[in-house]
């Protein structure tokens, strides 16, 4: 069986893990664009080549980033979020709904 | 005096029904498996044998905070993830990530202390979170000279103990399903505390059972492990 090596749990089978799609920075929810947004939550670059995925180890629900090659499904490197996500990521209180026009 | 079953008590293992044949003993409000037969368990510890600890309380905590919070309720902490100490009083800590901790009950107070950490958790500010665990998962106890053998049959990694020695942790699959598998003795006693998902259970404890066949494993109860 493929074996990927989890940060926090060391090298286990591919079966135990989920993959939780491409790593993607996040625009500014408050100033980007609908199209923006939704080209963030939607769409999906599907390159042939390194990517970085998020991916979660199921027995400790413990998610991690992954660095994989996708001609040759090599995994590269795989390290905690922490490396990537320094600091809290504290959102702007909504702006009020707009009411649908009709 | 009429023996006790388990159907008088509001908690209940999940496995009360393969425990049918056992001799049952009060543990706190619930019950627990004392023995099987007539006869001494204890060789049958020492070989292999399966106990099943799901009445005894456990619990999680995580967050920023909960190191802190533990190490000011008396309990010593694991230096690192995926690593687990035995208390003075018998309970066992494990800690799952940078800052998740699993506390498991010692049956010497019947569990009394953890449960009362699940008990007097308040939220508050400080990032101390509860983790219940009492019904999210089942807690079995595989005891004796082959538990790295018989866990060989299911479960991939390699936890023998050159490479998973005592105090170590392995979050993984065994027999198709989540476990945490937790390398603490019970005194001289080798054995793996495995976590699995409560609701599994019936199934797990026949997997474990069927591959402790070929090393005369059976069931067995608390009374030879006092």
Redesign the interface.
Same mark, same amino acid.
């Given at each position: 069986?493929k074996i990927m090596p989890c940060p926090?749990?060391g090298p286990? %089978?591919i @079966?135990?893990f989920t993959y939780g799609g491409e790593f993607k920075q996040m625009p500014d929810p408050a100033t980007c664009s609908d199209a923006d947004w939704a080209d963030y939550v939607f769409n999906s670059d599907n390159r042939a080549g390194l990517v970085v995925e998020w991916w979660m180890? %199921?027995? @400790?629900s413990?998610w991690f980033l992954a660095e994989r090659h996708t001609v040759t499904d090599e995994i590269v490197r795989t390290f905690d979020p922490k490396e990537i996500f320094t600091r809290r990521v504290d959102f702007a209180a909504p702006a009020q709904a707009r009411e649908a026009t009709v | 005096m009429a023996a006790l079953q388990a159907q008088q008590f509001i908690e209940r293992s999940p496995l009360y029904r393969q425990q049918a044949d056992a001799t049952l003993g009060r543990l706190g409000d619930s019950v627990i498996v004392a023995h099987y037969g007539e006869h001494d368990e204890s060789p049958q510890l020492q070989r292999c044998a399966l106990l099943d600890l799901t009445n005894l309380a456990r619990v999680g905590f995580r967050g920023a905070a909960a190191a802190e919070y533990l190490l000011e309720r008396g309990y010593q902490l694991p230096e690192a993830p995926n690593r687990a100490l035995t208390q003075s009083d018998g309970s066992h800590v494990a800690r799952l990530s940078q800052t998740e901790y699993l506390l498991l009950g010692s049956l010497r107070d019947a569990g009394a202390r953890i449960a009362a950490e699940e008990a007097g958790w308040q939220f508050s500010e400080t990032a101390n979170y509860l983790l219940p665990r009492q019904d999210s998962h089942a807690w079995l106890l595989l005891t004796g000279a082959h538990i790295a053998e018989v866990m060989a049959k299911l479960c991939g990694v390699d936890l023998r103990p050159e490479a998973f020695p005592v105090g170590a942790v392995a979050q993984t699959s065994a027999a198709r399903i989540n476990v945490i598998v937790v390398n603490l003795p019970e005194g001289e006693l080798p054995c793996f505390q495995i976590l699995c998902d409560r609701a599994s259970v019936a199934y797990f404890w026949d997997a474990l059972l069927d591959a402790m066949a070929e090393f005369g494993g059976q069931p067995a109860g608390i009374d030879a492990l006092l």
């Open positions: 069986m926090l749990n286990r %089978n @079966s135990e180890h %199921n027995a @400790s413990y | -």
